[in-house]
């Protein structure tokens, strides 16, 4: 017939249908349990001087045993920003694992670091962490930092009641607003590479 106009319609899934449902639940329920890190909260300095925030600081670390953190990251290399989520895993002051995860909750990066040394599944380029090389630090000592607890004595490191104000190593520069152990937000730069950490929930 003339003028007559055949219209294909794609099938629309019946959100009504059980195993739509369970479906979209089980990404629901993926989506907001990525990575939680398990264990317990880590308890805030109770300290109301810089001097005894310094000496809290010095305890927490002599007793470290591991802290593990579900964090927001947007880092910014040569001009390009990615947003995702992570868990920072950080198993002594020389052993770390960052586990870096798709908007769906699967896995999309493991690196762990050993020392120096430094392996990634799958592999990416060797300066993809180079935030994590500062001075004499090794990855897992500046993972410690970043989780607002100073890795060593020697480090130039401003300090507040509540934590760390900033922290600088080579060229890198952290800096924790607000100031608390464990960390909050955190933001690192070197030259114009820019990585900033939203610690969503830290146990240990």
Do not use: W
């Amino acid at each position: 017939m003339r003028g007559s106009v055949f219209v294909t319609r794609s099938p629309i899934p019946n959100l009504r249908s059980p195993r739509i449902f369970a479906l979209i639940a089980l990404v629901a329920v993926v989506a907001c349990r990525t990575g939680r890190p398990t264990g317990i909260a880590v308890v805030p300095l109770t300290a109301t001087t810089r001097e005894e925030a310094i000496a809290q600081l010095n305890e927490r670390r002599a007793q470290f045993h591991g802290l593990k953190s579900l964090m927001r990251v947007r880092a910014t290399r040569k001009g390009q920003t990615q947003s995702f989520r992570a868990q920072l895993v950080v198993h002594d002051d020389q052993r770390m694992e960052l586990i870096a995860y798709t908007p769906v909750g699967t896995t999309a990066l493991k690196m762990k670091a050993n020392g120096n040394d430094v392996t990634t599944d799958p592999p990416v380029p060797p300066n993809s962490f180079d935030f994590l090389r500062a001075a004499d630090l090794v990855p897992a000592e500046v993972a410690m930092l970043l989780l607002g607890l100073p890795p060593r004595d020697d480090m130039q490191v401003e300090i507040a009641p509540s934590g760390i104000v900033r922290a600088s190593a080579d060229g890198i520069t952290a800096v924790f607003d607000p100031p608390s152990f464990p960390a909050k937000h955190v933001v690192v730069t070197r030259g114009r590479d820019r990585v900033e950490i939203e610690h969503l929930e830290v146990t240990q």
